[in-house]
């Protein structure tokens, strides 16, 4: 019974060295983006504005774009406009710019303070990379700046 009792304990302790160097040799945890994540490369590089992209998502994902609008219309008025303003903003910002941004908000869960009025407000634009794929394909055969885009009608 010794012998056995003996091997399980240098067993363990065996298993206790090995995860004792594991730890030591791994490096700290780190949370970053990558080129996908929290916001899809095609848009960090689009040169489409706001709108041609919001108008090829109506047409390449209509079901996307609809449910997008009738989220968008069942928020306070002064919510909608800072949805609005915010991602106007990010298409400002050059590669680099949008790049860092995607960074913060992978890193920084307080960073984007339109996401804690409304969770959802970039849904159209980054969590969906088919919808973002098949819109930066083609948005750059609508017309800029047509804000008519954003006047969707949503049934009450």
């Known amino acids: 019974m010794t012998g056995l ?3 399980v304990a240098r067993a363990g ?3 206790l060295g090995a995860t004792a160097v594991s730890l030591t040799l791994a490096g700290p945890a780190t949370a970053d983006s990558t080129d996908d994540y929290p916001i899809p490369r095609r848009i960090i590089h689009t040169q489409c504005d706001v709108e041609q992209y919001m108008a090829a998502a ?3 994902s209509p079901i ?5 609008m009738i989220d968008r219309s069942n928020r ?3 919510v909608q406009q800072a949805a609005f303003d915010r991602i ?3 298409f400002s910002l050059d590669p680099v710019g949008r790049r860092q941004y995607s960074e913060n908000t992978a890193t920084n869960v307080f960073y984007e303070q339109v996401a804690t009025r409304w969770g959802n407000w970039a849904k159209l634009f980054f969590n969906n990379k088919g919808v973002v794929a098949h819109a930066t394909d083609v948005c750059m055969n609508y017309p800029r700046g047509d804000m008519s885009v954003w006047d969707w009608p949503v049934a009450r």
């Open 5 to 7: 009792m003996g091997r």
């Open 13 to 15: 302790l065996g298993i």
């Open 58 to 60: 109506r047409d390449t």
């Open 64 to 68: 996307y774009f609809e449910r997008y």
């Open 76 to 78: 306070p008025a002064d």
């Open 88 to 90: 106007h903003w990010f």
